[in-house]
């Protein structure tokens, strides 16, 4: 538990104003992780309690996150700053629900969207098979999800929404444009469960970034979702926004970025890193053991975990473009907009962050024998042009390792988390759905090791098909597909270990082969 006595003067501030904030939560818990979502644009924790929200692994009580939270900036044409941000409640930048014409939010409208909804894919599955529809018989998950013109839909504690525009995302089974589940439309789901909510930041209040922060006036419409396939994907969740510019502003060095609190059980002993190759935040234990011994704590066997930015406005078809900025995070005396976007574009790469703890030769907090505390750090995408009127799509993945024996500095290195790393961007890069991924070694892979041409008894498109070598970096190959062979030229590649990302149908392979 951390001191919010910040926090408690806030919402008692609030309460006198008749603006209470909502609590209201729910968690993604397909897989190896149970994490918490909130309907201010926070999430990873508990204000009620001031409790950390990320169990991993999940049933163990221990925890991996204290708080997270979707920044965003940007100047006019008049160089004037605009700054949305939410920490734990020290303000409220953002409120659940969605903006109206006059990009507005009102505090009632707010309280009737403060609900986050949830999906499973066993329930689509089973409403699929079922021949005709009725108010009774179809799961209310489903009945009553935010879409465009549902007549059912609910927000919170039930009360009726009407939405004559676009909202939740939805599969238009009788193609009318409008959402009803009893014609057998259903909601538009990502990966085996997915939460889904919105927020904008022109609502009752906006002070969380200070009281000169001016709100862009943006509406978040937002999804979390995991996997469970029994691989390195249960590690993984993911996280879309799609912000939707409602002013009558262009921005034109918009960015957005995840601020992050991840504390490995004990927050007061971590290290923090950044992988500029992956676009990857993350944090270590600073010592062998994790905490005091205390419930809650790791011990002997500890996890890695990390931030992945794997998709911007600013990527382009297979590639990544660079992330805009990677930052520690300090609390500042006062919060102040100048602040928190100073952190959003700060340079991405600081020497004592990049290098493998385990290297003494290599620069990082463990290698300098820095001082370990609580870690913080705010990753963000590069500048981006963001048009009145216009939808930008941002994607992060929360991803972490097995807890493993004595995974601290200086012995943990950074394979894991690469490996996790590479499977969440892996998953996300390829536009045909996925419904198994497989981490395999060697099996339709030959000759292994290979000289000049490696093959795959399968027939992949080439782009659909990634190598990178044991460092990260992405190479490009030249695939020849004939038949049900692949052939892959690795004539050109240096000798050494490399990593293969592929898909086949609907089937993701991520396999090693050496290069002789």
Known sequence: MKNLTCTILIASSLVANAQTPFNTSRQIDVNNLNARVLVHGDMWWDPALADPGVEFPKGSGKHLA?????????????????VSSQTLRTGFDYWPGPLD????????TSANWARIWKIDRAKIEDFLTTPSHSIPGTPVEILEWPAKNNPYAKGADGVPLTIPGDMAPFVDVDKNGSYDPLMGDYPDMKGDEMLWWVFSDNGPTHNNSGPASLPLKVEVRACAYGYKRNTLMDNVIYYEYYVTNKSQTDYNDFRAGLWADLDLGYHLDDYIGFDSTRRLGYVYNAASTDGTGAPGHYGDTIPMAGIVLVKSPNDKPGTLAPAGSFARHITLGSTSPIGNDTFLRASPRYPWWSGDPSDKTAWSECSISNAPGDRKFVLSDSDYVFTKGSTAVYAFALVATPPVINNGCP???????KEVADTALANFAFPVKVTEVVTQTNSLLYPNPATNTLFIDAAINAEHLMVYDATGRKHQV????????????????PPGLYNIVYQDKHVLHLDKFIKG
């Open 478 to 493: 030249t695939v020849k597909t004939g038949g049900k062979q692949t052939q892959i030229d690795v004539a050109h590649l």
């Open 101 to 108: 014409a006059n990009s507005t939010l009102s505090y009632t």
């Open 66 to 82: 204290f708080g997270g939270a979707l920044w965003m900036s940007g100047h006019d044409n008049a160089a004037q700053l605009y």
């Open 411 to 417: 012995t943990t290195t950074l394979t894991s988390i």
